[in-house]
């Protein structure tokens, strides 16, 4: 029996955004088959799906300066990226790097909702990829669910196999492809298709090939339902103004089947069921907006096919925002979420770019010789003994001179040193003055370390110079 709702008597099941999107999802028992769908939205997530899978498994792949030039290089903690090369000791910058990126998330769901998760979440990716697979082996939708019905067989054990198979060398590529981020990844594909990967690589490489495997191929959907938290806490971004995939009920309803260009005193919604079975989370958006809605637009397409089939004006489905819908405008700079989160993202922004600039090409750490305060030479001299660690940060060898500044004419052990790209050189050195001169029993000391080619780099840390049985 169709549901038909009266535009004059009857709710029309538009649900308020914070409402619908904390509603709980309906149990399914059964296997979610969706049917593929063309269209313009459909293009545009193939392709930035496209986009964003070619550069997961190419940017491990690209060299810069002889080097992996995306490699998170664990055994040494170091972190490099194009040019630079990141230390734990620069954290902060990821820290305000991953607030900024959220905050612009933010920003972005304030105006499209839900589009990162349709268009460029990697689940939504690789779960498509994988129906792509399933769809070759074991045709459409209905076909899938036949199949899923039909008692086994040699052919039904033949699709079988082949659709796991390509998806288990997918899944390992993708464990690659994660893993490669880690350890270098010209090394890694030749070893671990040769199976003469290092065991943790291997390792590892199994684990994240097992999860894609299972998430792509088995959990789908419910990865979005039931273990995304982005879904749960999205409805505190929307306003009444954000754009979502939104059946305008106004226009569909009262709906029901009818011929083409039958007269009729229906709404446009012809009840086709198209844009229940293009849902990849097998929801009916006619029901109001649903936390459950990736905003994938795959029902946009199928109904807007289904309206040109029907000689109807298309967008009965459409991105769009409940203000519209209302007739409402407002300019932009008056939407409070928009202010808020574009001050904070301005101010994540600016931070980040003083941390950038502030950041050293050199670390220095002075550390002094707790075991022998001082010690009293030749010549009437005294001797404090230190050692300083020195880490050049560029991608290239530096020579570095040291130099000290203090009350007292200090004489330096060791002058120059020469330190290799991205390396640590523990320098021991000596700091020696006059016995005469020294008139306290510390005198503070000001180490300096200058980048030769570049005056301007340079670190400086405070120590002092301890003197004779005082
Ligand atoms: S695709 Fe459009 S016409 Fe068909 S059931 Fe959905 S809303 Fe109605
Ligand atoms: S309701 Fe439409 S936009 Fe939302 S997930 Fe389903 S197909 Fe995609």
Redesign the pocket.
């Known amino acids: 029996m169709v549901k038909q709702y009266s535009p004059i008597t009857e709710s029309i099941p538009v649900i308020h955004i914070a409402t619908a999107l904390q509603t709980a999802p309906a149990q399914r028992s059964t296997k979610l088959h969706f049917r593929s769908q063309s269209g313009h939205f459909n293009r545009w997530r193939r392709g930035l799906n496209a986009v964003l899978i070619a550069l997961f498994f190419f940017l491990p792949l690209i060299s810069y300066q002889g080097r992996q030039a995306i490699w998170f290089d664990l055994a040494d903690q170091q972190f490099y990226l194009f040019g630079a090369s990141l230390w734990p000791q620069d954290f902060t910058l990821l820290v305000w790097l991953f607030i900024a990126a959220a905050f612009g998330l933010f920003f972005v769901t304030l105006f499209w909702g839900r589009v990162w998760c349709g268009f460029l979440c990697p689940q939504t990716a690789w779960t498509f990829m994988f129906v792509w697979v399933e769809e070759k082996f074991e045709g459409s939708r209905n076909q899938r669910i036949a199949l899923d019905k039909a008692p086994m067989s040699l052919g039904k054990a033949g699709k079988r196999a082949g659709k796991h198979s390509v998806w288990l060398l997918l899944s390992l590529l993708t464990g690659c492809g994660f893993v490669a981020y880690f350890v270098p990844a010209r090394e890694l594909y030749p070893a671990i298709f040769s199976f003469n990967g290092a065991f943790w690589d291997t390792a590892w490489v199994w684990f994240f090939a097992l999860c894609t495997y299972l998430n792509a191929g088995w959990m789908r959907e419910m990865m979005c339902l039931h273990c995304c938290p982005y879904a749960r806490f999205q409805s505190a971004m929307f306003d009444d103004f954000t754009q979502t995939v939104t ?1 305008d009920a106004a226009r ?1 309803e009262a ?1 029901g089947p009818r011929k083409r260009k039958q007269a009729t005193e229906l709404g ?9 079975e293009v849902c990849p989370t097998g929801i ?3 029901n109001g907006l649903q936390y459950e809605c990736i905003n994938c637009g795959a ?1 946009v397409d ?2 807007d ?3 040109q089939h ?1 000689g109807y004006q298309p967008n ?2 459409s991105f769009t925002s409940e203000a519209a819908l209302a007739g409402k405008t407002e300019p932009v700079w008056r939407r409070k979420r928009f202010l808020g989160y574009g001050i904070a993202l301005g101010l994540i922004l600016i931070t980040l770019g003083i941390d950038l600039s502030r950041r050293d090409a050199i670390t220095l750490n002075v550390l002094r010789d707790r075991q022998t305060l001082a010690r009293e030479v030749g010549n009437e001299q005294v001797e404090n003994t230190y050692l300083l660690k020195i880490r050049n940060k560029t991608q290239q060898e530096r020579i570095y001179q040291i130099s000290v500044s203090g009350e007292l004419p200090f004489d330096l052990s060791r002058r120059q040193v020469r330190i290799g790209a991205g390396e640590q050189l523990e320098v021991p050195l000596t700091l020696t003055v006059a016995k005469h001169q020294l008139t306290l029993p510390r005198h503070q000391v000001q180490f300096k370390v200058t980048d030769e080619s570049l005056p301007d780099e340079a670190v400086t840390q405070a120590s002092v110079f301890f003197a004779l049985s005082l």
Not at 269 to 274: I, Q, R, S, T, Y
Request: charged share 20%; with cysteine.
């Open positions: 059946y569909g709906r446009d919604c012809v009840d086709c069921n198209l844009c229940v009916d958006i006619r029902c199928a109904c096919q289904t309206m029907f009965l489905i």
